[in-house]
Structures are given as structure tokens and as C-alpha cells.
């Protein structure tokens, strides 16, 4: 299955605690199938300090989220769409709901 997301796009999240969601992509995981968008599914991750273990310092991060719980937001039509690509050799992406090619 081929990731038919790539970096800067919008996209929505549709499953999970941060169903709802808008982000931009900041990193694509192709082998993993997961992408990473800014400001969504931030965890809270304790970040160590060497020599004072009483003071933690608490950083709020990104976790990429799986494929499967985005779509992207076509910035034509400007809804959540399906993508589809015109065929095999085409890298071009185009929007099934409005039909315009989006890259
Ligand atoms: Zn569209």
C-alpha cells in the first residue's frame, strides 16, 4: 500500500483521542505507515535531567499517528477527501471528491 500523504499537507484526524483535529504534516513514516502532525497527538514526555532527578522537566511532543486515522484536507474543495492518483506512473494526487489534481 502506497502513503499517498506527504509533508505540508493538512489533514484531519478521523479515529483517536484527537479525532477531530487539524494539523499540518511535518513527517512521513512510509514504513511504519504513520505520519507525524504538528500539534496533534502530543504526549507529555519527562525529559531528565542528568545530575537533578528531583526536576523534571516535562516537554509535550509529537506522536506520529497511524495512516489509517487521517485524511487529508483537500485544498481545493477544502474537505477531508480521498485521494486518488490518475495511474501507476502519475505521482500526481488528485481529490475524489472534487476531482482536481492537488499536487
Ligand atoms: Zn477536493
Known sequence: MKIKIK?????LVIAGRDKGKKGKVIAVYPEANRVLVANVNLRKKAIRQQDQMMDKNFAEREVPLHISNVMVICPHCKKPA???????EDHKRYCR??????D
Open 7 to 11: 509533508k505540508d499537507d493538512n489533514v
Open 82 to 88: 480521498r485521494l486518488g492518483r490518475r495511474n501507476e
Open 97 to 102: 471528491k472534487c476531482g482536481k489534481d492537488i
